[in-house]
Each structure stands twice: as structure tokens, then as C-alpha cells.
């Protein structure tokens, strides 16, 4: 493999390759009134007969209920692209819910903050005072300040800078690094106090270091560190401190992960004891790659890192000693520039580049089993991952775009609803997740205390098929096929949070007749007509949705080559009654 390093020069004096840098090269997500002339061009009777079929067969009651719109979907966009930007990406989300985005400017050599507010990105830069910015690690505090950790390769220090009162950047502060070579591959996080605590390597002795704002008593700091900073050794059993990733417990106990690279080993080391405990917790080849830790609700430590000898994703949970070790993602070179996120659930997830085909993906371990996702296919994306979730339940990663030198981002509205009763959606297209209905139903929580059956259309047949849970709570009907690209009805017995993962972004082959369509990804087209002319009067007669705010079924379609009808919004997620005249393959809505 080759590792990456920017050189010192720039200015067009070439990139240089630095050997102790072991990251790869390719670093790289019914019914509305119309007029009784459309009444009786999309067949009043036809969406008669469906509805009432639909009341008989499942026992539903019409109601404002739905599946939450537009979730379940990841849509990413490039943030910024100027230049070559977006290496060492962090991502973190405030209290008024801005994305706010850390990362290093490759070609001007500097550090670089995006914010997301009111629906744009606004850039700036932060530290251009010589090559600085790398391994750079965002956090925000109770009270909404931003601070960052990075490294400063034209001086060899670790750096540090956070907002005042204001909202603007305060002076940058030299943590560590003012004799020596200090700072690499560091993570910082916060304490409830909102202090500052950072991991990173000495580049000079091999060694694992630790330094923090928060008062750590007596001995005095080594001379040369700030006044208000303090810095500790934490592992110098080799040459160890590679890929670190720091986590602070609810108790204010520090847990950091890393590689050893002269072992080969994942390690992990804590002060919960009140002195440092270093450790090795894989030691199965050479692995311990980008680490990421973090420590779920109930005090249990994950770490996910990439196994550079298998080309694997792993992960690993648990304490010292009793440590339990998995592979989640093996299908190809996977897991490189991992990051891990867990929610106030306990759900873990991780975000990480595929080497084999150049694209961003995800896992999450919803209902207990892993589901893993293609977030961006477009062109050679996702290194530099950094993923973080906010308290809607949405997912955001930032990432690098190594075919065109962009700095891009993707969010997963995180958590879809099924409201009691009636809800129309999209069909998960995992389908190595997710292949049948019974895998659906028992994938949603609470299993058959919160939904009764799922229903599709089987177009080849005419008919419904079911599958449903039995009062006893096995499972019976039909366990269709999960197909992409169509339409589910579910009934709910309560309101249900759940996880409708995704896969790929199928194309609609639509027949004549009567279509259930769901549509999983970012649509093409923003509303009900433009779908409609996009697929064409000769090919397309209807499309309708479910209302919840009405309770009611609206309807588009065409009338004498005219699009009359409720231009309704189109959402990703949901699902849609397609009626079409002629058939119409490879339709990409």
C-alpha cells in the first residue's frame, strides 16, 4: 500500500509521501375531486376498487397516518470545491441543529470551517498560518462553542482553537509541540464540563499522549506546555499512538483506542483506574487501522477499525479482558477511514470508505443485526469519514471526493415512522438485509406489539399478498419477496421509529395497469406533474398519494395531454399508486 503525506512545499512544488503515515492512497453515501373530465380519464372506478380493496384486506381505518417523509434516505452534496478540500474531515451538529464541519484545505495548506445555516454552506478559514490543519477533530459544548483539535506539520505541534462569546475564532493555542514533533493523528472530545480532552502521537518517541484543559492536579506540566493545558504519556511500548480516537464516559473516564504499529495491534487504553491501562484487544494480523471509539448508554466501549491483513470492517465491544470481536463488512477491500457514532439507543453506527469500489458506506446495527448501506457511488468518494447523529435521529458523514478534490457531505433523515394504522412506504432495497416480509416485520421494534401485517401488490397475479404476525406472535401469510422499487402497505398498532435501510437506487419498471412504486432514494423529480411529464402522456395516466393531514388520497394525471390534478410534493421514502397506459422499463423517477 501506499500511505499518504503532503510535503511541507507547496505552491506547485509537488506532493511528497511520508512513511509513517499508514493510510492508504485511495483515502479517499384517496381521492381529491379533479373535474368529472379527469374523473373519467384516470378511471374513477379503478381508484374506487383499490381503495376499498385496500380497507378489506388489511381492516384499516383511514387515518392521518403515515410514513415519515423523506426519511430512511441519504442525500449527499458536495460542500466545498475549491481547490482540493475536505481531507480530515469532523462533523458535528449543534443545539439548533447546523452541521458544522472541520477539515484541512490540501492545497492552501490551511484549517477550514463549514457551517450549514438556513439551508447553505458557509466557508471559512479558521488557521492558514503555515501547513496546518491536518487530523483536524470538532466538537461542540453545552453553551454552542466549537473547538478543534489539529496538527501544525510546518511546526510539528499540536494545536488547538475553539469560539468565544462572540461566535469568533479565538487565538489558536499551542497544546504540545513546542520542543518536538507532536500532534499526529489526534481526536479530541468533550466532558460534561465542557473541557477539552485530545489523544495523539509524538512523532519524535513513538508514544501515545493524552492532554487536556481540565485540571489534572499535581505533577506541574512538562515545561513549554500552556498554562492551561496539561499532557500526559499514556502508552510507550513501542511505537504506538497511530489512528487514535478518544471518548469520555458519563463519569468523566477517558477511553481511547489505537494502533500499534510495531505489534500490528488494535490497542485501547483508559484511566478509569486513575492511571493510564494500556492494552491490546486484536491481535489477529495486522490490524487496529482508523480507529474510532466511543462508549455506549450503559458503559460499554466499542471501537471499529479496519483489518488491513483481511481487508475487513471490524468491530469490537466490551471491556479489558473481556473484549468480543467481529467482522461486519468483508465483502471486498472495506473499512478503511472508519468513524463510529452510537445513539442515546445504544444503536452503533459507522461510517467507512470501500477500497474495491471506491464508495462511501454504512453500518448500523438496528434490532440488534448489522445493515450496511452504499451512502455516495459518485466517482472515487468517501475517505476521511467522520460521522456523527443529532437528537432528531438523523445520520450525517462528511467525506472526501477524491475524483474531483471536494469536500462533500450526506445526511439519513434516521428514523422513519409508522403511525398507527395505514401507512403507504417505500420498500427497504437491502435486500441482503432484508430479502422477504417476514425479515421486514420482525426487523421493525416490538416485532408484533407494534405492527400487525405488511401488503403487496402482485401485479403478474392481480391479487394482494400478506404476511402478518399470528396471536401467538409467529408469523404467517405469504413471506414475499422484497422487491425494490415498490410500494408497501403496513399496519401499525402504535406509533413505531424504524430503520428503512437502503442499498441502491432502483430504476421503476412500470406495466400497464396498476403500479405500487416506492420510491427509497432522492428523487429526480420534485413533484407529481413533473413526474408525469417526465414519463410522458402516451406512457402514464395517474400517480396518487396518501395525505395525512386529510386522511385522503390525491391524484395527478393527464388530461387531454395536460397535467390537472393535486400537484403534490414527491418524497423519498413513501409509497405511490402508478397508473400507466403501456409499459415502461428502466424509468428513473
Known amino acids: ?9 507547496r505552491g506547485g512544488q509537488g506532493w511528497g509521501w511520508d512513511f509513517r503515515v499508514k493510510i492508504r492512497n485511495k483515502e479517499h453515501v384517496m381521492i381529491v375531486e379533479i373535474s368529472k373530465y379527469m374523473t373519467h380519464r384516470i378511471s374513477s372506478h379503478t381508484i374506487i376498487m383499490l381503495y376499498a380493496f385496500f380497507m378489506l384486506m388489511s381492516g384499516i381505518a383511514v387515518s392521518s397516518a403515515y410514513a415519515g417523509s423523506g426519511t430512511g434516505v441519504w442525500v449527499p452534496e458536495t460542500v466545498d470545491n475549491i481547490g482540493i478540500v475536505g481531507w480530515d474531515t469532523s462533523v458535528a451538529v449543534d443545539a439548533a441543529g447546523r452541521v458544522h464541519i472541520s477539515y484541512y484545505d490540501a492545497a492552501n495548506g490551511d484549517l477550514k470551517h463549514a457551517v450549514k445555516d438556513a439551508g447553505a454552506w458557509v466557508i471559512e478559514t479558521v488557521d492558514g498560518a503555515g501547513d496546518v490543519g491536518w487530523y483536524s477533530s470538532l466538537a461542540i459544548d453545552s453553551t454552542g462553542k466549537l473547538h478543534i483539535g489539529y496538527y501544525d506539520f510546518t511546526n510539528g505541534n499540536l494545536k488547538y ?27 479530541l472530545a468533550l466532558d460534561s464540563s465542557d ?13 501515545l499522549k493524552y492532554a487536556t484543559n481540565y485540571s489534572l492536579g499535581p505533577p506541574p506540566p512538562p515545561p513549554g506546555t500552556p498554562a492551561s493545558w496539561s499532557t500526559q504519556l499514556v502508552d510507550s511500548a513501542g511505537d504506538v499512538g497511530w489512528d487514535s480516537s478518544i471518548a469520555i464516559d458519563a463519569g468523566g473516564k477517558v477511553h481511547i483506542s489505537y494502533y500499534d504499529a510495531d505489534g500490528m495491534d488494535l490497542k485501547y487504553a483508559t484511566n478509569a483506574s486513575g492511571s493510564w491501562v494500556p492494552g491490546a484487544v486484536d491481535i489477529a494480523g495486522d490490524v487496529g487501522w482508523d480507529t474510532s471509539v466511543a462508549v455506549d448508554p450503559f458503559g460499554k466501549v466499542h471501537i471499529s477499525y479496519y483489518d488491513y491483513d483481511n481487508g475487513n470492517l471490524k468491530h469490537t465491544s466490551g471491556t479489558p479482558g473481556a473484549w468480543v470481536i467481529e467482522t461486519i463488512d468483508s465483502s471486498g477491500d472495506v473499512g478503511v477511514n472508519t468513524s463510529l457514532f452510537i445513539d442515546s439507543s445504544g444503536t452503533v453506527r459507522i461510517g467507512y470508505y470501500d477500497y474495491t469500489n471506491w464508495t462511501l458506506k454504512y453500518a448500523g446495527n438496528i434490532s440488534g443485526a448489522w445493515m450496511i448501506e452504499t451512502v455516495d457511488c459518485s466517482g472515487d468518494v468517501g475517505g476521511f469519514v467522520s460521522i456523527t447523529g443529532d437528537s432528531g435521529g438523523d445520520v450525517h458523514i462528511s467525506y472526501y471526493d477524491q475524483t474531483h478534490g471536494d469536500l462533500r457531505y450526506a445526511v439519513k433523515k434516521g428514523v422513519d415512522t409508522l403511525k398507527k394504522g395505514f401507512n403507504f412506504i417505500s420498500a427497504p432495497t437491502s435486500s441482503s438485509n432484508i430479502p422477504d416480509a417476514h425479515t421486514f416485520l420482525g426487523s421493525i421494534p416490538g416485532k408484533e406489539k407494534s405492527v400487525s401485517k405488511v401488503i403487496r401488490y402482485n401485479q403478474s397475479t392481480g391479487q394482494a399478498q400478506e404476511a402478518f404476525y399470528n396471536p401467538n406472535g409467529s408469523m404467517g401469510g405469504t413471506n414475499f419477496t422484497i422487491t425494490a422499487a415498490e410500494g408497501l402497505i403496513v399496519y401499525a398498532l402504535k406509533d413505531t421509529e424504524f430503520e428503512l435501510p437502503n442499498d441502491t437506487c432502483p430504476f421503476f419498471d412500470l406495466k400497464a395497469g396498476t403500479n405500487w412504486a416506492g420510491t427509497p432514494c432522492k428523487l429526480n423529480n420534485t413533484s407529481a406533474w413533473s413526474m408525469l411529464q417526465s414519463m410522458g402522456s402516451s406512457n402514464a395516466i395517474s400517480i396518487q398519494q396518501f395525505n395525512p393531514v386529510t386522511g385522503r388520497f390525491e391524484t395527478a394525471g393527464f388530461l387531454n395531454g395536460q397535467t390537472v390534478g393535486v400537484d403534490f410534493l414527491l418524497e423519498a421514502g413513501k409509497g405511490y399508486f402508478i397508473h400507466m397506459n403501456k409499459d415502461l422499463s428502466g424509468y428513473s423517477p
Do not use: E, M
Open 1 to 9: 500500500p501506499k500511505f499518504r503525506d503532503p510535503s511541507p512545499s
Open 161 to 187: 482553537i475553539v469560539t468565544n462569546a462572540s461566535g469568533s475564532w479565538a487565538t489558536p493555542v499551542i497544546v504540545d509541540g513546542t520542543v518536538g514533533n507532536r500532534g499526529k493523528y489526534l481526536s
Open 195 to 207: 473541557k477539552a480532552h485530545i489523544s495523539y502521537y509524538d512523532l519524535d518517541n513513538g508514544d
